[in-house]
């Protein structure tokens, strides 16, 4: 980004995150969400949560942000998705209820990307690394997705009998049509930048470390259409709508489908899972369970006492 624009974050936004990096452009009003998880670059709950207290703050502040980005601060991840570890963790519990609790805090984010139009918020997905089931979900959810000619996405979860649960089916369709869909989620293949921008599921693919400068320009040539092209995003959402309740139906389904993995299905999560880990550097065998377990509390604490983090510190 030109260096002379102010880069500090407006004060209804300023909060300390441990896995987010907030970014300000206050030439375009955009805020730059880069996530950088540990021990995996995924959706955990604790991810979740900070993200979800970014978006509550731009809904309470109308006006503030036109643009918002999703990016990376991994390198060669954009995102892994569904927190597998857990998920391992928690079907071996026979932990049903804990699972719905992860799908609940899944589609709450869902939700908000699929009504930022709404709010006046234009959203865009920077993908600079690899990215895959829920992570390739959450890309397609923006209004705009622009890959780096290296990332690859898809949908793996088929390969051990699961399916995508918040939102896969009806995201790709709207993007790229039943057919691509079909062909997409249930083969389970990775696909190159160039192949997902053939079926219509990404609007630039620009060269390696590239990205950046073609949001830029992306954002400075939408500007003196801003307010058309939301009034179309809008519309597009009325076309081809997808609503809370679908969501709850298919995530719910996706917990039970993931309460019947066999022996084998686990395996194979927990062997990803662990490479997943080795791919961004992340913690030693048997501390990412003891994490795991620290954010399902932390998750059901606030989903008893509607306290969170944040939330707690500021009643203090």
């Known amino acids: 980004m030109t260096e002379h624009i102010a880069t500090v974050i407006p004060s209804a936004l300023m909060r300390s995150y441990k896995y987010l990096q907030l970014d300000w452009n206050s030439e375009f009003s955009m805020l730059t969400v880069r996530m950088g998880v540990r021990p995996i ?17 731009i809904s309470a502040n109308p006006g503030l942000v036109r643009h918002f980005v999703t990016a990376s601060n991994v390198p060669g991840v954009f995102n892994f998705g569904g927190d597998l570890s857990l998920f391992v963790l928690l079907v071996r519990a026979r932990d049903l209820e804990s699972l719905r609790l992860y799908a609940r805090r899944c589609i709450d984010l869902v939700w908000w990307w699929e009504n930022a139009a709404q709010l006046g918020v234009h959203t865009t997905a920077l993908v600079q690394g690899d990215t895959l089931g829920g992570g390739l979900e959450s890309a397609l959810l923006h209004h705009t997705v622009i890959f780096e000619k290296s990332a690859q996405a898809g949908f793996p979860e088929v390969l051990f009998n699961l399916f995508p649960g918040m939102g ?142 944040w939330t707690s510190l500021e009643s203090r």
Request: overall charge negative.
């Open 41 to 57: 670059q995924c959706y955990s709950l604790a991810a979740m949560a900070e993200l979800q207290q970014v978006f509550s703050d």
């Open 168 to 309: 896969g089916w009806n995201l790709t369709v709207r993007k790229g049509g039943y057919s691509v869909a079909n062909d997409m989620i249930l083969s389970g293949q990775i696909y190159t930048a160039d192949q997902l921008y053939r079926r219509g599921l990404v609007e630039y693919v620009v060269d390696d470390g590239e990205a950046e400068h073609a949001l830029e320009h992306f954002v400075r040539t939408m500007e003196p259409r801003y307010r058309g092209t939301m009034a179309a995003l809008q519309a597009r959402r009325v076309a081809a709508p997808i609503t809370y309740e679908s969501l709850q139906v298919v995530v719910d389904q996706w917990a039970t489908t993931a309460m019947s993995l066999t022996t084998r299905d686990m395996r194979l999560m927990e062997r990803l899972a662990r490479a997943q880990v080795r791919k961004v550097g992340g913690a030693e065998s048997g501390a990412v369970e003891e994490i795991k377990r620290f954010e399902l509390d932390t998750a059901w604490g606030v989903e008893r006492t509607g306290m969170s983090e």
